[in-house]
């Protein structure tokens, strides 16, 4: 097994290591291009370049919040207002005496990671349009308060901006400048995205549920990404302060808030390379177009609809031609369980699930009526019965989706509070659900990986810099989440995107996103729905394997046959309250189960 495995692993890193070169070539020519741009001994292109160069650096933080955690953050020229006000106030000794402008540029960065938190806020609460329609009226408040601080920021005269320092006070010298920022804006960006903060983010874009279940925290998550997006923000709006000599509020208008977010939807979620194009190409093109200037949003929400509806995955769907070649037909899930001791590693710290007289009713239905329910450890549970008898109500008070109102629910001897799905994951708690909850447009390596985010121990700072112990928690997340999916059989299709399996895959992949947490608790809900015969005697081989590294197993599943073929013990749901339990045997000729449920 040992030398079959090496070649294997051998092969996998090779192809690992050609595909992170080739997605690095397209970013390497633009770099190169952007270096050789002085030589046309054009300043009417540096200033073009330059301007795209800063539009880019506001464009990076905000797509991680647009495109990796679909925020509709439209109003973010409100950010680019308040760090070149910030800049051009400080430099211009409006306040205090006169501050250096790379001084001047850090407080901005600060001014602009403390309002990001403040813009961000009530994403905790608010969705889409309603998210968008407060950053739109941020916007509009930071406007009028540069028009009516007549003192500080000129009204609407406004100031001059901020002067370079040599070299950068040529067109060329300040282009470098510029687009030495945007370079490191994209590498910080692109290693947030690569990370399991990244991975988290997308995770709660696409399936929240999910995500919770996985121990994703969205609220300390969204402000991180939101402090640094405001950060690079105020820094691009310094820099833009700079550009245009003299700013005034009429420079920060809404038809430049629609650039930033069009950008990114032209690019593609979930991309960086995507978003960076998108910014270069919406740059130039005004420039092109300049009789049509007054048309401007016009022709922006046009593009937008044409976006919608002819290229819905941006440009980053377009140059991904790896997820364009059909897979292989045919394909048959051979799962491999004898991995498990590899993924597991050292013993499991098994404790025993107990539910006691859990209660819960929404308005005058009673979907848990004083319910006991006990999972030993190594043991598969199988909860049973008609629909409507409350089977997912429990997994989700178990989960922390639901609190009972009456009972509670025990982990060994400790309490688990109610209404903390995200806890669950750190108790050794992990689920799937009744339809499969995943990331499409991410690869099944990384909808894997999103398993393991609680065992990830690197900061977001070092996640930025990828940092030593970032580096090591990607490469041994990666290397767990591959074993995962050997253990379910799917390690040929490790980098196909989600998306493009077979809803029996998708059932086998959620199996390994929850083994990632090496759980102590695994909660099943209808895992066999829409499997084969054959794939069905698989997935049960796969339970009692879990079960046997110590693993409670607590199996919500209609087909009887799975249930009563590797079941320990059953507990029959009927009406919210336990119509009966015991072993599979036992629940087979119990007079009341057949009667209500298993028929004749």
């Known amino acids: 097994m040992r030398s079959e495995t090496l070649p294997a692993q051998a092969g996998a890193r090779a192809t690992r290591g050609h595909a992170s070169w080739h997605a690095l070539l397209p970013f390497a020519v633009l770099l190169i291009l952007s270096l050789l741009l002085p030589l046309t001994g054009n300043d009417y292109w540096a200033l073009i370049a330059t301007r795209a160069a800063i539009y880019w650096i506001l464009v990076a933080g905000l797509n991680l919040i647009v495109g990796y ?44 990671a403390l309002f990001g938190v403040i813009v961000g806020l009530p994403a905790l609460r608010l969705r889409t349009f309603y998210f968008a329609m407060t950053t739109l009226g941020f916007a509009t408040i930071v406007t009028q308060i540069a028009l009516a601080w007549q003192s500080v920021t000129g009204g609407g005269v406004g100031l001059p901006g901020p002067d370079m320092p040599a070299p950068f006070n040529s067109a060329w010298g300040f282009y470098y400048l510029c687009l030495g920022f945007a370079v490191f804006c994209t590498l910080i960006t692109a290693n947030v995205a690569r990370s399991r903060y990244g991975r988290a983010l997308i995770a709660l874009r696409d399936a929240e549920v999910a995500a919770e279940a996985v121990g994703i925290s969205k609220p300390g998550l969204l402000v991180k990404v939101f402090m640094l997006a405001g950060t690079l923000a105020a820094i691009a709006g310094g820099l833009f302060a700079s550009l245009q000599t003299y700013i005034t509020p009429d420079a920060f208008t809404f038809d430049l808030s629609l ?46 609809l044409a976006i919608v509806l002819l290229m819905p995955g941006g440009i980053a769907a377009l140059l991904d031609w790896r997820n364009r070649k059909p897979l292989e037909s045919g394909r048959a899930i051979t799962p491999r369980p004898a991995a498990l001791a590899e993924l597991y590693g050292q013993t499991l710290q098994a404790r025993a699930l107990k539910v006691q007289g859990a209660a819960l009713a929404f308005g005058g239905l009673r979907a848990l009526d004083g319910v006991d ?83 990830g121990r690197a900061s977001f700072i070092e996640a930025m810099f990828c940092l030593p112990r970032q580096l090591r928690d990607e490469r041994e997340m990666a290397q767990r989440a591959r074993v995962a999916l050997r253990v379910v059989g799917l390690e040929e299709l490790a980098d196909v995107r989600a998306d493009r399996l077979q809803h029996s895959e998708l059932r086998f992949m959620e199996i390994a996103r929850a083994l990632m947490l090496k759980p102590c608790l695994l909660l099943l809900d209808e895992p066999a729905a829409g499997l084969s015969t054959e794939e069905i005697l698989r997935l049960g081989a796969l339970i009692k394997a879990v079960s046997a590294q110590g693993t409670g197993v607590l199996l919500v599943e209609h087909h009887a046959d799975l249930i009563f ?3 320990d013990h059953v507990t029959v749901l009927n009406l919210g309250r336990v119509l009966a339990h015991g072993t599979p045997a036992e629940i087979r000729v119990h007079q009341e189960v057949v009667s209500a449920y298993l028929g004749a």
Not at 79 to 107: C, D, I, N, Q, R
Not at 405 to 432: W, Y
């Open 69 to 112: 955690a679909g925020q509709l953050a439209i109003g973010y020229v409100a950010l680019l207002t308040l760090g070149a006000y910030t800049t051009a106030v400080l430099t211009g000794g409006k306040l205090m005496a006169p501050m250096p402008v790379w001084g001047a540029l850090a407080a901005a960065g600060a001014v602009g």
């Open 565 to 567: 073929d590797i079941c």
């Open 259 to 304: 650039l930033f977010f069009i950008s990114i939807l032209i690019g593609g979620r979930g991309s960086i390379l995507g978003p960076l194009l998108g910014t270069i190409l919406l740059t130039i093109l005004p420039e092109i177009a300049a009789p049509l200037a007054a048309w401007a949003t016009f022709l922006y929400a046009v593009l937008l």
């Open 373 to 455: 329910l006990e999972v030993a450890p190594g043991q598969v549970h199988g909860l049973i019965g008609p629909n409507g008898s409350g089977k997912t109500t429990m997994l989700n008070v178990i989960s922390g989706y639901y609190q009972p109102q009456a009972g509670g629910v025990l982990l060994g001897d400790s309490p688990l509070p109610g209404n903390a799905p995200t806890k669950r994951a750190l108790h050794g708690i992990a689920r799937t659900f009744q339809t499969p909850r995943l990331v499409g447009e991410a690869s099944v390596l990384q909808n894997v990986m999103m398993g393991g985010t609680v065992a």
